[in-house]
């Protein structure tokens, strides 16, 4: 994963959207913050190491407020188990030098998906932009597809893979 954020650290502004299968929290740094706090796990370690890399940092993760309520946010999961408990498991990830300010954040628990089956709710991070963004020229998003590659990959999708 860190080799696809590299070429573009330090050169724009990201952000990731991260279903990282990881816990994280008990381990504060400047990256991942207390806030809803889990016992962090392999998984969570080796997301830490990757927004270190990346130079990135989870909102959700730190005390913000919570939508327009102002309040902190009372719940936290994005992803229900078999048994029906939610866990955070997703993320929104921003680089430090990202030009909005995040204000608030939140888990959006009756978003439509269109879906039978509820087992992941979204995250929400809202962003306060300084009107000095926009004197800047027009803000440009791309959107990278997300890829994984099968088990025993043949040479057509290592090619595809390297073309996303």
């Given at each position: 994963?860190?080799?696809?954020?590299?070429?573009?650290?330090?050169?724009?502004?990201?952000?990731?959207?991260?279903?990282?299968?990881?816990?994280?929290?008990?381990?504060?740094?400047?990256?991942?913050?207390?806030?809803?706090?889990?016992?962090?796990?392999?998984?969570?370690?080796?997301?830490?190491?990757?927004?270190?890399?990346?130079?990135?940092w989870l909102p959700?993760?730190?005390?913000?407020?919570?939508?327009?309520?102002?309040?902190?946010?009372?719940?936290?999961?994005?992803?229900?188990?078999?048994?029906?408990?939610?866990?955070?498991l997703d993320f929104?990830?921003?680089?430090?030098?990202f030009p909005g300010?995040?204000?608030?954040?939140?888990?959006?628990?009756?978003?439509?998906?269109?879906?039978?089956?509820?087992?992941?709710?979204?995250?929400?991070?809202?962003?306060?932009?300084?009107?000095?963004?926009?004197?800047?020229?027009?803000?440009?998003?791309?959107?990278?597809?997300?890829?994984?590659?099968?088990?025993?990959?043949?040479?057509?999708?290592?090619?595809?893979?390297?073309?996303?």
């Open positions: 994963m860190s080799a696809l954020v590299q070429p573009h650290r330090g050169a724009a502004p990201l952000m990731v959207l991260i279903d990282a299968n990881a816990r994280v929290g008990s381990i504060q740094t400047s990256h991942i913050g207390g806030c809803k706090s889990d016992v962090e796990s392999p998984t969570g370690a080796l997301l830490h190491t990757f927004l270190a890399q990346a130079g990135l959700s993760t730190f005390h913000l407020t919570c939508g327009d309520a102002g309040t902190l946010c009372p719940d936290s999961g994005t992803w229900k188990d078999h048994a029906g408990g939610w866990h955070r929104v990830g921003l680089s430090f030098g300010l995040a204000t608030s954040h939140f888990v959006w628990p009756d978003f439509d998906r269109g879906i039978v089956l509820e087992d992941h709710r979204p995250v929400v991070v809202t962003l306060d932009f300084p009107l000095s963004t926009f004197a800047l020229g027009k803000l440009e998003f791309q959107r990278h597809r997300s890829c994984k590659l099968p088990q025993s990959p043949t040479q057509s999708h290592l090619d595809a893979f390297d073309q996303a």
